[in-house]
């Protein structure tokens, strides 16, 4: 069946389930989300409800319990820890409302009501597809049961149980090194990039901390910034996001500007030598394009490392950075895989391009910290 077909269906799986005391029974044995981890981890959880009311509108970041109605391209739900759990039909589980902007997947905008939705990314986003790529499977459909709710009968979002707070931007008052990762799209790279960067660094005696500013949640990178020797990491879900896309801008420019602050203050062993921050999707990217020519941005950033997926790709990038007044100090990524295709980057550009895993030499990534700031 399609979304719509089960939007318009006279019965649906949830009725069984309308009932407030069943509903928070299955609450208890539903399988949670990486985007509803700190739900998960809540010390109040067992007092936690659900509002069976399914007349309200949603908002990004609202926690719901939902029943699993067809199984469509993500068959597996990324759980707190990360762990991929296989989906059956008739699964309750817990994730997060939000919209979500994936060119090699969906565009997935907030639904307006409680109806059925889809899952449209593995960490956890209940959302509702309107667009996909030609190459991959219909969404997976959930069908909400009811909003999850505190021990007062409230409904929860992620924000009440995130370890951080999203603070209004001002002038940042730190003076670490901060290198933003950026790229011609999803897949060109980036995460790949900075990770390796980011090992090459502690390799070489440094503190690394290392951040994820905009995206979808998912546990994916920061565990690969971990892997790769980062001393500490956080991303946008540590303050309380299911994702940044759909945001008021003013709320993006916030988490970027908290995230950075975060990462670059005097937390636990002491203030790091360096923090690599990345900017997910490519540079065409609404709210990603926006954030580069935004001074909370140019305030904070010292560097941009570009990643590409091709030399053309690399090429037409750093025009459009520099445009934007950011000069990349290098380009990596997917393109730097094909010697042919480096070797074209390097004919026509005129920053360096490094072969991504050349970056966890020890001595590579601080050459490059010496550099001046970005746009300068």
Avoid: W
């Amino acid at each position: 069946m399609t979304l719509l077909e089960f939007r318009t269906a006279p019965t649906t799986l949830t009725e069984e389930l309308m009932n407030p005391v069943q509903a928070a029974l299955a609450l208890r044995r539903a399988k949670y989300a990486y985007s509803t981890r700190f739900v998960f981890e809540h010390e109040d959880r067992a007092s936690f409800g659900v509002d069976t009311d399914r007349t309200a509108a949603p908002e990004t970041g609202d926690v719901v319990l939902a029943r699993v109605a067809e199984v469509g391209h993500h068959k597996r739900l990324e759980g707190p820890g990360s762990r991929r759990q296989t989906l059956f039909i008739g699964d309750e589980i817990v994730v997060a409302y939000g919209s979500r902007y994936a060119a090699d997947q969906f565009l997935a905008t907030l639904p307006k009501d409680l109806g059925p939705c889809n899952l449209a990314a593995a960490g956890g986003l209940a959302s509702e597809v309107i667009e996909q790529h030609d190459r991959i499977d219909e969404a997976t459909v959930i069908e909400p049961i009811g909003r999850v709710t505190d021990a007062q009968g409230k409904p929860l979002n992620l924000r009440d149980c995130a370890p951080l707070q999203i603070a209004e931007a001002t002038a940042p008052t730190h003076r670490v090194p901060v290198i933003a990762v950026l790229g011609t799209s999803m897949n060109s790279g980036k995460s790949t990039t900075l990770a390796c960067l980011a090992h090459g660094l502690s390799r070489a005696g440094l503190r690394v901390h290392t951040g994820k500013a905009t995206g979808t949640g998912s546990g994916n990178d920061s565990h690969l910034f971990t892997d790769a020797g980062a001393h500490r990491v956080l991303d946008f879900t540590d303050f309380g996001l299911s994702t940044t896309f759909g945001l008021d801008y003013g709320e993006v420019r916030n988490v970027f500007a908290s995230l950075v602050d975060e990462l670059a203050g005097n937390v636990g062993e002491g203030i790091p030598d360096v923090v690599l921050v990345e900017v997910a999707d490519g540079i065409y990217q609404g709210e990603t394009r926006r954030l580069l020519t935004d001074e909370v941005f140019t305030q904070r950033v010292d560097q941009v490392v570009f990643a590409a997926g091709d030399a053309l790709g690399a090429v037409g990038g750093v025009d459009v950075m520099r445009s934007l007044g950011h000069t990349p100090t290098l380009v990596s990524g997917v393109l730097t895989a094909s010697p042919l295709a480096t070797r074209e980057a390097m004919a026509a550009l005129d920053v360096p391009v490094v072969a991504t895993f050349d970056l966890c030499e020890p001595g590579i990534g601080t050459s490059f910290l010496a550099n001046n700031r970005v746009g300068a």
